[in-house]
Nanobody, 115 residues
Framework: QVHLVESGGGLVQPGGSLRHSCAASGSLFSVNAVGWYRQAPGKQREWVGFITSKGSAAYSDSVKGRFTISRDNDKNTVYLQMNSLTPEDTAVYYC?????????WGQGTQVAVSS
């Protein structure tokens, strides 16, 4: 079983940047692809991007070119670097196994983009 802890959220102005971390326990983390997801107020959770166990990443069209996912398997941690943030990026951000989301969800981190 993998236990997830997300961190790094906060309040940022439009155009700003934030970096999230997703730290995991369990030996299965490093051999799985990990996805980032977000849920905006009143909306369903949506996929943001994912990174394979070897470090290749893909992104949704809404964040492509602005967000970057990386991982450090020695630290059992995946990162989400978010740049050029807009109010539409306001959401709670989560990580999970990709694509099946087979692990228990963490508490997520809140991001608010506002001037």
């Amino acid at each position: 079983q993998v236990h997830l802890v997300e961190s790094g959220g906060g309040l940022v102005q439009p155009g700003g940047s934030l970096r999230h971390s997703c730290a995991a326990s369990g030996s299965l983390f490093s051999v799985n692809a990990v996805g980032w997801y977000r849920q905006a107020p009143g909306k369903q959770r949506e996929w943001v991007g994912f990174i394979t166990s070897k470090g290749s990443a893909a992104y949704s069209d809404s964040v492509k070119g602005r967000f970057t996912i990386s991982r450090d398997n020695d630290k059992n941690t995946v990162y989400l670097q978010m740049n050029s943030l807009t109010p539409e990026d306001t959401a709670v951000y989560y990580c999970n196994q990709y694509p099946g989301q087979r692990w228990s969800w963490g508490q997520g981190t809140q991001v608010a983009v506002s001037s």
